[in-house]
Structures are given as structure tokens and as C-alpha cells.
């Protein structure tokens, strides 16, 4: 707790959290994820104080996001793993170009194939990709997925940014990761202080992107660089409420 403690008198905060995991516990169907009560009234509670962003950074399609995170529009929004952005202005967003846009029906084409070949198995079409998803399938199944997925693609394209997490492989033709999500918004924020949470694989290059100063939370086990970790999403709700009460204090000390 001290270093929530000490992380809440920063001027301005930034508190940035993924969802899938974190916020909401994993689900079989991704459209049916929720976070917790008590994760939403704690980023209900850091978003009414000054001098205080809050911000959702997710490996989804952003309107996916918008779909199952049902926040205010002060929240900030990160889908794509940083490809697409809900800031404070309208205008941010994703624009791929000519050449972009006809990996993108290549690469779709490929994994649908895979898809269609192994049981319960199924795609998700993002705007600069596809994610590959195996949860519902058996172990065996899975891994025959992810092998011929991996071979299939890289046999067709020369530039394809993979991104392996919980049961998903995901595949971009636009390089961009949540570190670099987060890198731009502490420059947008112009915080002082980070406070990251998350639970998946590609949660990592988020905790990379934090400075000393900062904080980061690994929801969930796995190995990891964040320096702290609990065991899910109801431990992150407590750990962002925690945050969202000693802010409350210290901003009027400010």
C-alpha cells in the first residue's frame, strides 16, 4: 500500500488498466465480459477527481471495448493493442493505407482457412488484423490452431505483427504495442505518474514502458516485470479502489 500511497499525491495521475482479466473476470464469449461492480465504481471514483486521467488499454477491436465496457466518455480508449484511440477530440482513429488494407484481406483469407478446419475454433476481425481464438477448443486442437496459423501466415506475408496471449493468437499489419499505448498517453495526460494494471502477455510491454516512479499491478500468474502482483480482478478492484481513496485525500492536499 505505500506505494499507492505515495503514487496518489502525484500532481496529475494516470491510471491505465486493461480489461479482459483485470477489470472483468475471463469469459468463454468475449461479448459477455463485464467488469466487476466494484472495478467500475472505483474508475468511477478516480475519474470525478482532479488532475486525474483514466484510461482502458485493450488487446480489442475498440468498438468492442465501447460494447463492454459501458464507461463515460472522459474514460481515454486504447483498443488493437494502440492501433486505435478514443481520446478527448473526435478524429483519432485507425487509417490504413492502399497496401495495408490488402494484407489484411490476404491475411483473412488464410486464417479463415485454419478456422474452418479445426473444431471450435473461430476468428475475430479486427481493424488492422485478426485474432485467432482457441478457448473452446481441446488442448490437442489448439496447438494444431496455433502451429498452422503461424506457418500459414508467415508463408504469405513477409511483415505480420503476432502477438500471443490467454488462448488467442493474434496477427496485425500494423506493428504497435500497449507500451507504446501508454507512452502516448502519458505525453497526452501529461502525467507525472502511471499507475498500469493487467493480466495477459502482451500486459508486458505496458509494464516495460512504466519509469520507476510509477506503479504496475500483474493481475493473475504468469511471469512477469511488473514489481507487484495479486490474484485477479476482484484483488484489482480493492487495489484501485485503495488508489481511488487515497487520491481523494491527497488532491485536496494539493
Not at 484511440?85 to 490504413?96: N, Q
Not at 513477409?158 to 506493428?175: H, N
Not at 507512452?183 to 520507476?212: I, Q
Request: proline share 4%.
Amino acid at each position: 500500500m505505500g506505494a499507492l500511497r505515495e503514487l496518489a499525491r502525484a500532481r496529475r495521475l494516470l491510471v491505465a488498466l486493461d480489461f479482459d482479466g483485470t477489470l472483468a473476470p475471463t469469459v468463454d464469449l468475449p461479448e459477455s465480459a463485464r467488469a466487476l461492480p466494484e472495478a467500475r465504481e472505483a474508475v468511477l471514483r478516480l475519474l470525478a477527481l482532479p488532475r486525474t486521467r483514466v484510461a482502458l488499454v485493450s488487446g480489442r477491436s475498440l468498438a468492442s471495448l465501447i460494447e463492454v465496457a459501458d464507461v463515460p466518455d472522459e474514460v481515454l480508449l486504447v483498443g488493437s493493442h494502440g492501433v486505435e484511440l478514443r481520446l478527448d477530440e473526435p478524429g483519432d482513429g485507425l487509417a490504413l493505407d492502399a497496401e495495408e488494407r490488402a494484407q489484411l484481406v490476404l491475411l483473412g483469407g488464410v486464417l479463415a482457412e485454419v478456422a474452418d478446419s479445426v473444431d471450435s475454433v473461430w476468428i475475430e476481425e479486427k481493424p488492422a488484423g485478426f485474432a485467432l481464438h482457441t478457448r473452446l477448443a481441446s488442448e490437442a486442437d489448439s496447438r494444431v490452431a496455433r502451429l498452422t496459423a503461424l506457418a500459414e501466415t508467415r508463408a504469405a506475408l513477409d511483415e505480420l505483427t503476432v502477438r500471443s496471449g490467454k488462448d488467442v493468437l493474434e496477427f496485425a499489419v500494423r506493428e504497435t504495442t500497449k507500451g507504446d499505448a501508454i507512452a502516448h498517453l502519458r505525453r497526452y495526460t501529461r502525467a507525472d505518474a502511471v499507475f498500469y494494471a493487467g493480466d495477459d502477455v502482451t500486459d508486458e510491454d505496458a509494464f516495460d514502458a512504466l519509469d520507476a516512479h510509477d506503479v504496475g499491478v500483474k493481475s493473475g500468474t504468469g511471469l512477469t516485470h511488473a514489481p507487484f502482483r495479486v490474484d485477479g480482478p476482484a484483488d484489482i478492484a480493492q487495489v484501485v479502489s485503495a488508489l481511488a481513496t487515497f487520491r481523494e485525500g491527497d488532491v485536496h492536499e494539493q
